[in-house]
C-alpha cells in the first residue's frame, strides 16, 4: 500500500521559511512525479508545484514562482519543498500527491491526475 508522510509545517512570521518533505513507501517512488498542493479553509485544493519522475523538470504556480523550490531524493523516496519569502494568505494544509502514471511527465497542475495523497500538514503564517 502506499503511503505518503507530510511533514515539516508549523508556525511562522510573514517573509519566513519552512521546509516540507514528503516521505513516500509502498511502490517505486523513483518512476513517479510528484506535486505539492494546499488548501486553505473554505477553499478549493490548488497547485502549488510539482517535479517531474526523473528530477530534471520543476514546474510551478504563477504564486509562488521564484520563492519555493521543489525537489526529490530518490534514494530516500522523499520529495522536498522549500518554501521562502510566506505570506499570511499561504496559511493552508499542505498535501504532497504522486502522480498515478509511471514514468509520465505532464498535466500537473490537474488533482485527477494524481492516485495518492498524504494527510497534509498545517502551514500558519502570522501577520
Known amino acids: 500500500q502506499v503511503q505518503l508522510v507530510e511533514s515539516g509545517g508549523g508556525l511562522v512570521q510573514a517573509g519566513g521559511s519552512l521546509r516540507l518533505s514528503c516521505a513516500a513507501s509502498?511502490?517505486?517512488?523513483?518512476?513517479?512525479?510528484m506535486g505539492w498542493f494546499r488548501q486553505a479553509p473554505g477553499k478549493e485544493r490548488e497547485f502549488v508545484a510539482a517535479i517531474s519522475w526523473h528530477g530534471g523538470s520543476t514546474y510551478y504556480a504563477d504564486s509562488v514562482k521564484g520563492r519555493f523550490a521543489i525537489s526529490r531524493d530518490n534514494a530516500k523516496s522523499t520529495v522536498y519543498l522549500q518554501m521562502n519569502s510566506l505570506r499570511p494568505e499561504e496559511t493552508a494544509v499542505y498535501y504532497c500527491?504522486?502522480?498515478?502514471?509511471?514514468?509520465?511527465?505532464?498535466?500537473?497542475?490537474?488533482?485527477?491526475?494524481?492516485?495518492?495523497w498524504g494527510q497534509g500538514t498545517q502551514v500558519t503564517v502570522s501577520s
Open positions: 509502498g511502490r517505486t517512488f523513483s518512476r513517479y512525479a
Open positions: 500527491a504522486s502522480q498515478k502514471i509511471a514514468y509520465y511527465s505532464g498535466n500537473y497542475y490537474d488533482r485527477r491526475q494524481y492516485d495518492y
